[in-house]
């Protein structure tokens, strides 16, 4: 069985512009996870989407939005980037139910020059 | 609010010794706790949890993990490190009102020979 998969796994952007990331999650998921993991600073979460719906958000600015889709994959945008946005950005998934385990996928490096 | 701390940035230990990274969290309610395992430039793999029951849980690659409700408290386990044991460790807090984990900084544990 596939796990979650994330694409880009790298992706290299000049500071104003705006980056797109994707999240596929495990079949039969239907909770996605995004955190962003930026040197030194350890994961912070960003957003929990769940059956379409954004449940949760974390302490970012509105320029880091996204969405879920009907198939439950996901995107993360981050419009007028920063040098600061430079960091890993890792997509989880779930089933619903607090007690679920999420299971991340390898992560997106996003580099902002 | 919950968090999660990691009081220890690295834990040194020989190859073949017990080891421990420690955690403990703050939540309201009951906890759901979870250990992960990250290598270098990879995503966070799942090693082990907790939601109700036995104290002591197992886990994957002889991990073991002893929730204290008392301290408030999650610590891991291995009763023989390995080389390849030698990662970044993350302890990760939820509540039972489901959305985001809250993770701690992380513990580099590194074992050697």
């Known amino acids: 069985e596939a796990g979650v998969t994330q694409s880009p796994t790298h992706l290299i952007k000049t500071r104003g512009q705006q980056a797109t990331l994707r999240c596929s999650p495990i079949s039969g998921h239907t909770s996605v996870y995004w955190y962003q993991q930026a040197l030194g600073l350890g994961l912070q979460f960003l957003l929990w989407y769940d059956e379409g719906e954004e449940r949760n958000r974390g302490n970012f600015p509105p320029r880091f939005s996204g969405r879920q889709f009907p198939n439950y994959s996901s995107e993360l945008n981050v419009n007028a980037l920063e040098l600061e946005d430079s960091a890993l950005y890792l997509c989880?998934?779930?089933?619903?139910?607090?007690?679920?385990?999420?299971?991340f996928g390898e992560g997106s490096w996003l580099t902002v020059v | 609010a919950q968090s999660v701390a990691q009081p220890e940035d690295q834990v040194n230990v020989a190859e073949g010794n017990p080891l421990t990274v420690k955690c403990t969290y703050s939540v309201s309610g009951n906890p759901y706790l979870f250990w992960y395992v990250q290598y270098p430039n990879r995503g966070l793999q799942f090693l082990l949890k907790y939601i109700t029951g036995d104290n002591l849980v197992k886990g994957s690659y002889g991990f073991e993990a002893e929730f204290n409700k008392s301290q408030t408290s999650f610590h891991l386990k291995k009763p023989s490190a390995l080389v390849s044991d030698s990662a970044l460790y993350f302890c990760?807090?939820?509540?039972?009102?489901?959305?985001?984990?809250?993770f701690g900084d992380g513990t580099t544990l590194t074992v050697k020979p």
């Open positions: 990760a807090v939820r509540n039972t009102n489901a959305g985001k984990s809250t």
């Open positions: 989880a998934s779930s089933w619903g139910g607090s007690g679920n385990t999420i299971y």
